[in-house]
C-alpha cells in the first residue's frame, strides 16, 4: 500500500504560500505558509499534519491491541502534541483518555506503552515520544 500528498509553494519562505493536498482530497489545496507554521495563520502546518497522523495512528494501534487482549473499547480520544523547536522535531506527546469496559488500569497501561513503541507513524519519527492515559 502507497499513498500520497502533494505539496505546492509559490514566492519566498516569508512571504510565500503554499497548498497541500492528499490522494484521498480530505485536504484539497488546504492553505499554508510561514504564519500557519509560525504564528497563528490560517492553514495548516507540517507539524499540525504529523500531529494527525501520529494521534490517529496510534489509537488504531492502542484498539487493536485491546481487540487482541480480549477487550473492546467504547471510546478512545488521543491528542497529539508536536514541539517545534530550533528547526527540528523535539518531542510528541500522546495524551489518551478511554473507557473499556473490564479492563484493569495495569492491562491498560501495557497496552497504552505497546502501541505508543510500536504503531507505525511512532516508529517513524526520530524524537522522544511519550504518552500519559487515563481509563474512564
Known sequence: MKRNATAVWKGSVKEGKG???????VLNN???????????????????????????CFTMQLSAFIGEAGFEAENIETKCVIDFQNGAI???????????PGISEDTFQELVTKAEKNC????????????????V
Do not use: D, W
Request: hydrophobic fraction near 35%; glycine fraction near 6%; proline fraction near 3%.
Open 19 to 25: 497548498t497541500i493536498s492528499t490522494q484521498s482530497t
Open 30 to 56: 488546504t492553505q499554508y505558509s510561514f504564519g500557519s507554521r509560525f504564528e497563528e495563520g490560517v492553514g495548516t502546518n507540517p507539524e499540525e499534519l504529523i500531529a494527525a497522523a501520529h494521534s490517529g
Open 90 to 100: 523535539v518531542s510528541s506527546t500522546l495524551t489518551v483518555e478511554a473507557k473499556i
Open 120 to 135: 507505525p507513524i511512532s516508529k517513524l519519527l526520530n524524537t522522544e515520544i511519550s504518552s500519559s492515559a487515563t481509563l
